[in-house]
């Protein structure tokens, strides 16, 4: 099935800076989701975003719906252990507001 | 209030035996969805119940996977004549009725190791 483009695949940083991670899709998207899943937990849904161009924060982390509708970014600023994790993107398209689309994950690890 | 639960949260099994995982969604959620995860990978649908609607099966697979939710609530995932392919993280989600954004609530997991 269609999935999303989801990079960089994993990185790793030193312990304040920041990060930046996107989704890209070849169709136009309504919706857009910013998860993060822990190990041994199921993901949890950290920002979403339902309207082009839009820029939501919640506290160190900022994502933005692109204005093309195509894509997504996700910011954490002054990264603490606590970021490591792997965090997903997620979409719904015009065509089937029933099912996300999931992008295959950045995977984080902060150095402390 | 309560979240997602699943049970068991680990499982190992024989090659060949049948396996029954259970999901248990935040109450009054009307839709469900289960997705398998494999070690390092993303996420992969499976299945997605709403409502009162026929289910969209089309992520299941083979048909030694198969899933019904009771009364609109809990949902059993079963998978018959387990292979050691089938080795994987099942994660459980719901979703309240109306979700016009489809905002997914996970559980934790069934983590599934097939001998």
């Known amino acids: 099935g269609q999935q999303l483009n ?9 312990e304040g800076e920041d990060v930046s991670m996107n989704c890209t899709s070849s169709s ?24 082009a161009g839009e820029l939501t924060s919640n506290g160190r982390l900022t994502a933005q719906f692109g204005i093309t509708r195509k894509d997504s970014f996700l910011n954490i600023s002054a990264s603490i252990p606590s970021d490591v994790g792997i965090y ?20 984080l690890g902060v150095n402390p | ?13 024989e090659k060949g035996k049948d396996v029954e995982l259970r999901c248990d969604p935040i109450s009054g959620h009307t839709a469900l ?6 070690l390092g990978q993303g996420l992969e649908f499976l299945i997605y119940f709403q ?34 392919e089938d080795s994987a993280v099942y994660l459980c989600a719901s979703s309240p009725q109306g979700a016009v954004y489809n905002e997914q609530f996970f559980g934790p997991g069934t983590r599934l190791t097939v001998l």
């Open chain 2, 51 to 84: 409502g009162n609607s026929a289910p969209d099966k089309s992520g299941l697979p083979s048909d030694r996977f198969s899933a019904e939710r009771t009364g609109g609530s809990v949902s059993t995932l079963t998978i018959q004549r387990t292979q050691q």
């Open chain 1, 28 to 51: 136009i998207f309504n919706t857009w989701l910013w998860y993060k899943q822990d190990p041994g937990e199921g993901p949890v849904l950290l920002i979403a975003l339902y309207k």
């Open chain 2, 33 to 38: 969805y289960w997705y398998r995860q494999s």
């Open chain 1, 88 to 107: 997903f993107c997620a979409g719904k398209n015009a065509g089937n507001n029933r099912k996300l689309i999931w992008g295959l994950g950045t995977s």
């Open chain 1, 6 to 14: 989801q990079s960089p695949q994993s990185m790793f940083i030193q």
């Open chain 2, 1 to 13: 209030g309560a979240g997602v639960s699943q049970s068991p949260s680990n499982k190992v099994t």
